[in-house]
């Protein structure tokens, strides 16, 4: 089980930039495809972006394609998500996950919250 811990979040005002991290406890980080998602109120929780084991290979919602970027640093158990360009439909709580190979998202943190204002 893995345990992750997102931090980083704020309020920020429209155009700005954030960098989230998400902190994982444990062996094993590396063999994780990783991924950020966010949950506004009222609405579903949605992917973001994942990274593959390595880091070489990622993927991004269009929403958010061009604007944001996800990286990891595997020698600190680390994933980040830098968010530019921010718009106030951005604001949401913002969570990683982790897929430790069975195409399941495990491991939900408390999420950290960031707030765009216009």
């Known amino acids: 089980q893995v345990q992750l811990v997102e931090s980083g979040g704020g309020l920020v005002q429209a155009g700005g930039s954030l960098r989230l991290s998400c902190a994982a406890s444990?062996?094993?980080?590396?063999?994780?495809?990783m991924g950020w998602f966010r949950q506004a109120p009222g609405k579903s929780r949605e992917i973001l972006a994942r990274?593959?084991?390595?880091?070489?290979?990622?993927s991004y919602a269009d929403s958010v394609k061009g604007r944001f970027t996800i990286s990891r640093d595997n020698a600190k158990n680390t994933v980040y998500l830098q968010m530019n360009i921010l718009k106030p439909e951005d604001t949401a709580v913002y969570y990683c996950?982790?897929?430790?190979?069975?195409?399941?998202?495990?491991?939900w943190g408390q999420g950290t919250q960031v707030t765009v204002s216009s």
């Open positions: 996950a982790a897929d430790m190979g069975s195409g399941v998202w495990d491991g």
């Open positions: 444990g062996r094993g980080f590396s063999t994780y495809v």
């Open positions: 990274i593959n084991k390595s880091g070489a290979i990622t």
